[in-house]
Protein backbone atom coordinates (compact mmCIF):
# COMPACT_ATOMS: atom_id res chain seq x y z
CA UNK A 1 0.00 0.00 0.00
CA UNK A 2 1.46 3.23 -1.26
CA UNK A 3 1.49 6.47 1.07
CA UNK A 4 -1.24 9.62 0.37
CA UNK A 5 -0.76 12.06 -1.80
CA UNK A 6 0.67 15.21 0.36
CA UNK A 7 -2.35 17.46 -0.49
CA UNK A 8 -3.84 19.76 1.64
CA UNK A 9 -6.39 17.84 3.25
CA UNK A 10 -3.63 14.52 3.84
CA UNK A 11 -2.16 17.59 5.69
CA UNK A 12 -4.80 18.90 7.80
CA UNK A 13 -5.50 14.89 8.44
CA UNK A 14 -1.56 14.48 9.51
CA UNK A 15 -1.59 17.53 11.78
CA UNK A 16 -4.78 16.29 13.62
CA UNK A 17 -3.00 12.55 14.26
CA UNK A 18 0.18 14.04 15.34
CA UNK A 19 -1.67 16.62 17.77
CA UNK A 20 -3.58 13.76 19.36
CA UNK A 21 -0.39 11.63 19.70
CA UNK A 22 1.64 14.58 21.12
CA UNK A 23 -1.66 15.45 23.79
CA UNK A 24 -1.46 11.80 24.59
CA UNK A 25 2.77 11.38 25.11
CA UNK A 26 1.92 15.28 27.17
CA UNK A 27 -0.92 13.75 29.41
CA UNK A 28 0.62 10.25 30.05
CA UNK A 29 -2.31 8.45 28.12
CA UNK A 30 -0.45 5.28 27.22
CA UNK A 31 -3.45 3.13 25.86
CA UNK A 32 -3.62 6.79 24.06
CA UNK A 33 -0.62 6.95 22.45
CA UNK A 34 -0.43 2.91 21.46
CA UNK A 35 -3.90 3.18 19.72
CA UNK A 36 -2.74 5.64 17.31
CA UNK A 37 0.57 3.36 16.52
CA UNK A 38 -0.24 1.47 12.84
CA UNK A 39 0.17 -2.48 13.03
CA UNK A 40 3.17 -2.03 10.88
CA UNK A 41 4.91 1.22 13.00
CA UNK A 42 8.76 1.26 12.88
CA UNK A 43 10.07 3.27 15.74
CA UNK A 44 13.79 4.67 15.09
CA UNK A 45 15.60 5.93 18.66
CA UNK A 46 18.91 7.03 16.74
CA UNK A 47 20.29 7.96 20.40
CA UNK A 48 20.01 4.88 20.70
CA UNK A 49 20.88 3.15 17.75
CA UNK A 50 17.90 1.19 18.18
CA UNK A 51 14.21 0.24 15.95
CA UNK A 52 11.54 -0.96 17.74
CA UNK A 53 8.43 -2.28 16.30
CA UNK A 54 4.38 -2.53 18.05
CA UNK A 55 4.87 -5.34 20.34
CA UNK A 56 8.32 -3.40 21.95
CA UNK A 57 6.99 0.10 22.13
CA UNK A 58 4.43 -0.49 25.13
CA UNK A 59 7.50 -0.46 28.57
CA UNK A 60 9.39 1.93 25.91
CA UNK A 61 6.63 4.52 25.49
CA UNK A 62 5.62 4.14 29.42
CA UNK A 63 9.20 4.53 30.52
CA UNK A 64 9.56 7.79 28.96
CA UNK A 65 6.05 9.22 29.47
CA UNK A 66 6.74 12.72 31.79
CA UNK A 67 5.78 12.27 35.22
CA UNK A 68 3.35 15.56 35.02
CA UNK A 69 2.84 17.62 32.32
CA UNK A 70 5.80 20.38 32.51
CA UNK A 71 8.16 17.80 33.31
CA UNK A 72 10.97 17.25 30.97
CA UNK A 73 9.94 18.42 27.68
CA UNK A 74 10.53 22.26 26.65
CA UNK A 75 9.41 22.15 23.32
CA UNK A 76 11.38 24.75 21.24
CA UNK A 77 9.40 24.95 17.98
CA UNK A 78 5.67 24.31 17.20
CA UNK A 79 4.81 21.07 15.02
CA UNK A 80 5.59 21.78 11.59
CA UNK A 81 3.58 20.04 8.87
CA UNK A 82 4.82 18.42 5.00
CA UNK A 83 1.91 15.93 3.73
CA UNK A 84 2.36 12.78 5.41
CA UNK A 85 4.82 13.83 7.87
CA UNK A 86 5.10 16.16 11.35
CA UNK A 87 8.13 17.80 12.78
CA UNK A 88 8.87 18.26 16.37
CA UNK A 89 11.71 19.87 17.80
CA UNK A 90 12.04 20.05 22.07
CA UNK A 91 14.68 20.17 24.84
CA UNK A 92 15.30 17.99 27.59
CA UNK A 93 17.17 18.96 30.72
CA UNK A 94 18.21 16.96 32.99
CA UNK A 95 18.99 18.19 36.43
CA UNK A 96 20.58 17.05 39.83
CA UNK A 97 24.27 18.27 39.36
CA UNK A 98 25.94 21.60 39.75
CA UNK A 99 26.20 21.65 35.90
CA UNK A 100 22.91 21.21 34.32
CA UNK A 101 23.01 18.88 30.81
CA UNK A 102 20.26 18.80 28.08
CA UNK A 103 19.46 17.56 25.00
CA UNK A 104 18.76 18.54 22.22
CA UNK A 105 15.24 16.89 19.76
CA UNK A 106 13.32 16.41 17.22
CA UNK A 107 11.09 13.63 15.62
CA UNK A 108 9.95 13.16 12.11
CA UNK A 109 6.25 11.23 12.44
CA UNK A 110 5.21 9.78 9.07
CA UNK A 111 1.61 8.83 9.33
CA UNK A 112 -0.64 6.25 7.33
CA UNK A 113 -4.15 5.18 6.93
CA UNK A 114 -4.79 7.81 9.82
CA UNK A 115 -1.85 6.19 12.61
CA UNK A 116 1.53 6.52 13.54
CA UNK A 117 3.45 4.71 10.73
CA UNK A 118 7.52 6.00 11.06
CA UNK A 119 8.64 8.23 14.35
CA UNK A 120 12.22 8.81 13.51
CA UNK A 121 13.35 10.53 16.75
CA UNK A 122 17.04 12.06 16.98
CA UNK A 123 18.88 13.77 20.43
CA UNK A 124 21.99 14.87 20.57
CA UNK A 125 24.09 15.97 23.60
CA UNK A 126 23.99 20.03 23.85
CA UNK A 127 26.01 21.37 26.59
CA UNK A 128 28.65 18.74 28.21
CA UNK A 129 29.60 18.99 32.12
CA UNK A 130 33.40 20.85 32.99
CA UNK A 131 34.31 17.44 33.89
CA UNK A 132 33.79 15.73 31.08
CA UNK A 133 36.66 14.80 28.89
CA UNK A 134 38.02 13.46 25.34
CA UNK A 135 39.12 10.06 27.06
CA UNK A 136 35.50 9.57 28.28
CA UNK A 137 34.11 6.88 25.96
CA UNK A 138 31.33 7.48 23.33
CA UNK A 139 28.27 8.33 24.45
CA UNK A 140 25.91 6.43 22.20
CA UNK A 141 27.66 2.67 21.74
CA UNK A 142 27.27 2.62 25.90
CA UNK A 143 23.37 4.09 26.35
CA UNK A 144 22.88 1.22 23.49
CA UNK A 145 23.39 -1.30 25.79
CA UNK A 146 22.20 -0.32 28.54
CA UNK A 147 18.75 0.29 27.21
CA UNK A 148 18.31 4.11 27.63
CA UNK A 149 17.03 6.52 25.58
CA UNK A 150 17.43 10.56 26.04
CA UNK A 151 13.88 10.72 27.80
CA UNK A 152 14.82 8.39 30.27
CA UNK A 153 17.85 9.68 31.43
CA UNK A 154 16.66 12.80 31.98
CA UNK A 155 13.86 10.68 34.52
CA UNK A 156 16.78 9.61 36.19
CA UNK A 157 18.46 12.45 36.87
CA UNK A 158 15.17 14.09 38.49
CA UNK A 159 14.89 10.22 40.41
CA UNK A 160 17.85 10.81 42.08
CA UNK A 161 17.86 13.77 43.06
CA UNK A 162 13.91 13.86 44.24
CA UNK A 163 15.11 10.94 46.15
CA UNK A 164 18.04 12.47 48.08
CA UNK A 165 16.08 15.39 48.78
CA UNK A 166 12.98 13.23 50.11
CA UNK A 167 14.71 10.40 51.99
CA UNK A 168 18.40 12.09 52.41
CA UNK A 169 20.30 8.86 52.34
CA UNK A 170 23.34 10.41 51.86
CA UNK A 171 23.16 10.86 55.98
CA UNK A 172 23.77 7.10 56.03
CA UNK A 173 28.07 7.17 55.99
CA UNK A 174 27.91 3.79 54.77
CA UNK A 175 25.60 4.49 51.21
CA UNK A 176 26.86 2.69 48.07
CA UNK A 177 25.89 3.31 44.66
CA UNK A 178 23.73 -0.33 44.79
CA UNK A 179 21.76 0.74 47.42
CA UNK A 180 21.02 4.28 45.43
CA UNK A 181 20.18 2.68 42.10
CA UNK A 182 17.92 0.14 43.84
CA UNK A 183 16.03 2.41 45.45
CA UNK A 184 15.35 5.02 42.15
CA UNK A 185 14.60 1.64 40.80
CA UNK A 186 17.33 1.54 37.97
CA UNK A 187 20.19 -0.64 37.93
CA UNK A 188 23.90 -0.15 39.22
CA UNK A 189 25.04 0.53 35.81
CA UNK A 190 22.64 2.62 34.45
CA UNK A 191 22.87 4.88 37.95
CA UNK A 192 26.92 4.64 37.34
CA UNK A 193 26.80 5.75 33.72
CA UNK A 194 24.19 8.41 34.68
CA UNK A 195 26.85 10.02 37.13
CA UNK A 196 29.64 9.46 35.63
CA UNK A 197 29.34 9.88 31.88
CA UNK A 198 26.74 12.31 31.66
CA UNK A 199 26.51 14.53 34.64
CA UNK A 200 30.53 14.05 35.07
CA UNK A 201 30.98 13.04 38.51
CA UNK A 202 31.70 10.34 40.72
CA UNK A 203 29.25 8.40 42.90
CA UNK A 204 31.13 9.63 46.39
CA UNK A 205 31.04 13.16 44.82
CA UNK A 206 27.70 13.41 44.13
CA UNK A 207 27.10 11.84 47.78
CA UNK A 208 29.45 14.53 49.33
CA UNK A 209 28.19 16.98 47.33
CA UNK A 210 24.84 16.69 49.17
CA UNK A 211 26.49 16.02 52.32
CA UNK A 212 28.26 19.16 52.29
CA UNK A 213 24.48 21.11 51.30
CA UNK A 214 23.63 19.74 54.68
CA UNK A 215 26.37 21.00 56.59
CA UNK A 216 26.60 24.57 54.97
CA UNK A 217 22.53 24.57 55.98
CA UNK A 218 22.67 23.66 59.96
CA UNK A 219 26.07 26.51 59.74
CA UNK A 220 23.44 29.04 58.22
CA UNK A 221 20.52 27.99 60.12
CA UNK A 222 22.65 28.17 63.62
CA UNK A 223 21.31 31.36 66.01
CA UNK A 224 24.79 30.58 67.81
CA UNK A 225 28.29 28.67 66.68
CA UNK A 226 28.30 25.01 66.12
CA UNK A 227 30.87 22.36 66.16
CA UNK A 228 31.16 21.83 62.40
CA UNK A 229 33.01 18.75 62.70
CA UNK A 230 29.65 16.90 64.42
CA UNK A 231 27.55 18.62 61.96
CA UNK A 232 29.83 17.37 59.38
CA UNK A 233 29.69 13.12 60.94
CA UNK A 234 25.88 13.62 61.34
CA UNK A 235 25.80 14.71 58.00
CA UNK A 236 27.57 10.96 56.70
CA UNK A 237 30.96 12.29 56.24
CA UNK A 238 33.06 9.74 57.69
CA UNK A 239 36.32 11.40 57.11
CA UNK A 240 37.25 14.77 58.55
CA UNK A 241 39.73 15.35 55.79
CA UNK A 242 37.31 14.05 53.01
CA UNK A 243 34.95 16.79 55.16
CA UNK A 244 37.41 19.84 54.61
CA UNK A 245 38.27 18.76 51.42
CA UNK A 246 35.04 18.86 50.16
CA UNK A 247 34.17 22.43 51.88
CA UNK A 248 37.14 24.24 50.48
CA UNK A 249 36.86 22.66 46.87
CA UNK A 250 33.23 23.82 47.25
CA UNK A 251 33.30 27.11 49.32
CA UNK A 252 36.86 28.21 48.57
CA UNK A 253 37.41 28.75 52.57
CA UNK A 254 37.95 26.43 55.71
CA UNK A 255 34.89 25.93 57.86
CA UNK A 256 36.04 28.09 60.35
CA UNK A 257 36.45 30.94 57.84
CA UNK A 258 33.29 30.48 56.89
CA UNK A 259 31.47 30.28 60.03
CA UNK A 260 32.97 33.27 60.88
CA UNK A 261 32.50 35.12 57.82
CA UNK A 262 28.11 33.74 58.90
CA UNK A 263 29.09 35.59 62.30
CA UNK A 264 29.95 38.55 60.68
CA UNK A 265 27.04 38.81 58.49
CA UNK A 266 24.78 37.87 61.32
CA UNK A 267 25.96 40.46 62.80
CA UNK A 268 26.43 43.33 61.00
CA UNK A 269 22.24 42.15 60.20
CA UNK A 270 21.81 42.77 63.92
CA UNK A 271 23.16 45.81 63.78
CA UNK A 272 20.94 47.02 61.03
Known sequence: ????????????ATGETVMRYHLCWKYRDLD????LYHPDVRYHDFFQ??????DELREYVQMSMPRAPDEALEHSDRI??????AFIQYRMTLRGSQGLVSFRASEAITVRDGLIWRVNEYASLVHEPAAATAQQPPLRPAVSRLGL???????????????FERKQPYLDPDLDL?????????TRNQMSYLLNQVLGQSFYRYVNQARLRHVLAAMDAAASPIKV???????GF??????YNCFRQHTGQSPKAYAKQISLRVRTQDAC
Open 1 to 12: MSLPDDGPENTQ
Open 32 to 35: GVMA
Open 49 to 54: NRVMVL
Open 80 to 85: RLDGNT
Open 149 to 163: SARQLSFMAQDLQSY
Open 178 to 186: QQVAKACGY
Open 229 to 235: DEVAFSA
Open 238 to 243: NSISAF
